[in-house]
């Protein structure tokens, strides 16, 4: 059973341009979160979404940022017009489809340069 | 709103002898404590769970935690530590009446086990 696979590993993008993030769930997981992880810092949330639904995106920056569950395919984060200070490690994690105390699986990450 | 502080950056420790990384949390209601582990360059690993019921939690490689409600502690411990737990320990809660499955983290304390 294949982990939460996240892509690409490594981001390099310049001043001004997009980021696209993707993020598969684990099989049988239709819950996907993303964090945030800067330097020297924990993971601070960002969003929760379920299949074509945005649940919790209070952790969301209100600019540029967004993000997306389609029916079919990966999640998507996606942030544009990027600036030095979104350099990050973008964490994707995955639960079962139910509210409830389930532990939640993670990708390996993101990492975002913005030069 | 809920919150988790991890007091101590690091915790340094000999091989063989015990660990304890200190959690506590607010939350207001009933919390689910979750701790995590990362290594360098790597993702998030699920550790243990405290949901309901015994107070002391056993869960991977090795390490436990125990729950003190009146402390509102979530200490991890191991009885022996091993060069290979040194990492970064991330303790997180997800409140038990909330709508939504974020989690919240601490900032992480990183462990160094030496020889």
């Known amino acids: 059973n294949a982990g939460v696979m996240q892509n690409p590993r490594h981001l390099v993008r310049r001043r001004g341009q997009e980021a696209r993030l993707r993020c598969s769930p684990m099989k049988g997981h239709s819950h996907v979160y993303w964090y945030r992880q800067l330097p020297e810092e924990g993971l601070k949330f960002m969003v929760y979404?379920?299949?074509?639904?945005?649940?919790?995106e209070s952790g969301m920056p209100k600019e540029r940022f967004s993000a997306e569950f389609p029916k079919e395919g990966p999640s998507i984060l996606r942030i544009q017009q990027v600036v030095r200070g979104d350099s990050a490690a973008y964490f994707c994690?995955?639960?079962?489809?139910?509210?409830?105390?389930?532990?939640?699986?993670f990708g390996p990450g993101t990492r975002l340069t913005v030069t | 709103a809920q919150s988790v502080a991890q007091p101590e950056d690091q915790v340094n420790v000999a091989e063989g002898n015990p660990l304890t990384v200190k959690c506590t949390y607010s939350?207001?209601?009933?919390?689910?404590l979750f701790w995590y582990v990362q290594y360098p360059n790597r993702g998030l690993q699920f550790l243990l769970k405290?949901?309901?019921?015994?107070?002391l939690v056993k869960g991977s490689y090795g390490f436990e935690a125990e729950f003190n409600k009146s402390q509102t502690s979530f200490h991890l411990k191991k009885p022996s530590a091993l060069v290979s737990d040194s990492a970064l320990y991330f303790c997180a809660v997800r409140d038990y009446g909330g709508a939504t499955n974020k989690l919240i983290f601490g900032t992480g304390t990183l462990l160094a086990v030496q020889p």
């Open positions: 994690a995955s639960s079962p489809p139910q509210l409830g105390p389930y532990e939640q699986y």
């Open positions: 405290y949901i309901t019921g015994d107070n």
């Open positions: 939350v207001s209601g009933n919390p689910y």
């Open positions: 979404l379920q299949k074509e639904n945005i649940i919790d």
